[in-house]
């Protein structure tokens, strides 16, 4: 039986969380994810429940979305069983594992070094991790990792260091995983994804802060923007409103998710978030609350093609472009998430899901954030 969960908390209830911000208009809560949607977006709403029936009916254990419109959260519901062996259903709150929704938040964390001076984009990246071995291919810096060009492999064809088990408790120690290996291209010669690369990145951030990587995050990134409900994947934690990850067997039928450790890779997929703190995250970005508006343009611009790169590449630095749209998609084991920000209309809209691959069974689902567009 599958259930539906909406959450709602009434406008009268809201005010008591009414906080300030750094916006200069008191529009965020501390419970963003409890909302009353705004009436003039109920047919939006209703659209868009069409598109998340659509994966329902294709077997997701549940799924939660989260949009936001105007500075506003004015719409957080869940579907389905946040746990199915408990029959937990998933509302706003539950936290889902969100992939690579963390590359463009590291994205944010290396421009914050940036507008301090503390990092330069066309260094070699020795300048900061010294006892990174130079490759042969030439100069790994800090744009080409974090515009995937820099030659660093993505995950082996085996996917056998995407279910890694080994605890790190530091970046630098997970480097082991890629660190001796040869580049796959010469720095800048095409683009490649990379989770790798990113972590790379992670690293970097810490080794210049001083910090370990997500207590760099935490009071630079998430705390200033009130990210409350984002946070490493500790698998030896207990974590309040945790999703349960699923995968499917060859006949389709759901099975709990083979267990990792994504200690090794904080920087480029392994934290959990909720779809109202990735909308959260969203305004806090396009709005000028954590970077600068000229630091934002450099990480939305993709880079020239290299002769012979594939026409119309649209990753930049962190950032997809999506059309209109700006964002990421996440895939991780037993998690599935797209984020996609308008900053014209000023619309970002976030799905999770715990199954992974889940999204893929509706191709139109980007098609929600129109909806919302066409009503603002």
């Known amino acids: ?7 709602i908390l009434v406008a009268a209830l809201l ?4 906080i300030s911000t750094a916006w200069g208009q008191a529009t965020f809560i501390d419970r963003f994810d409890l909302v009353t949607p705004a009436n003039e977006y109920e047919s939006a709403i209703q659209h868009a429940r069409k598109q998340i029936q659509v994966l329902m009916d294709s077997g997701a254990p549940g799924i939660s979305i989260a949009v936001g419109v105007d500075q506003q959260l004015v719409w957080a519901e869940g579907f389905g069983y946040a746990n199915i062996e408990n ?17 463009p938040m590291t994205s944010i964390a290396m421009a914050l070094l940036y507008e301090r001076g503390l990092v330069d984009l066309d260094v070699p990246i020795q300048e900061y991790v010294k006892d990174f071995p130079v490759k042969e291919k030439g100069a790994v810096t800090l744009r080409l990792l974090a515009s995937h060009r ?16 080994k605890h790190y408790d530091d970046a630098k120690e997970a480097l082991e995983v890629f660190i001796d290996d040869p580049l796959i291209a010469a720095p800048g010669e095409r683009f490649s994804y990379s989770s790798h690369g990113y972590n790379l990145i992670g690293v970097i951030i810490q080794e210049v802060s001083g910090q370990s990587y997500m207590d760099f995050m935490r009071e630079q990134v998430f705390s200033p923007l009130r990210l409350t409900a984002t946070l490493a994947d500790h698998t030896d934690y207990i974590i309040e409103d945790r999703a349960a990850p699923y995968t499917r067997r060859e006949d389709g039928s759901l099975r709990n998710a083979p267990y990792v450790d994504n200690s090794y890779k904080w920087p480029s997929g392994g934290l959990l978030s909720t779809p109202s703190d990735l909308v ?8 000028g609350s954590i970077i600068k508006d000229e630091t934002l343009e450099l990480l939305l611009s993709p880079p020239t093609p ?7 590449r649209t990753y930049a630095l962190g950032w997809r472009h999506f ?3 700006y964002g990421h998609g996440g895939g991780s084991v037993g998690g599935n998430t797209l984020f996609m920000v308008h900053p014209e209309h000023d619309v970002v809209v976030a799905i999770v899901c715990n199954l992974t ?7 139109q689902l980007r098609e929600i954030g129109d909806f919302f567009v066409s009503e603002n």
């Not at 039986?1 to 959450?7: A, F, G, L, T, V």
């Not at 005010?15 to 009414?18: D, H, R, W, Y």
């Not at 030659?151 to 088990?165: A, E, K, V, W």
Request: glycine residues 12%; positive net charge.
């Open 306 to 312: 290299s002769k012979g790169e594939i026409p119309g």
């Open 15 to 18: 005010l008591p969380f009414l």
């Open 1 to 7: 039986m599958r259930i539906k969960i909406r959450q």
């Open 280 to 287: 959260k995250f969203g305004f806090g970005v396009f709005n």
């Open 357 to 363: 691959g889940c999204l893929s069974a509706n191709s």
């Open 87 to 103: 029959r937990a259903p998933v509302t706003p709150l539950t936290k889902f594992r969100v992939g690579s929704i963390a590359k």
């Open 150 to 165: 820099a030659g660093i492999r993505h995950y082996l064809p085996d996917m056998s260091d995407n279910f890694i088990t």
């Open 323 to 325: 059309g209109e749209w």
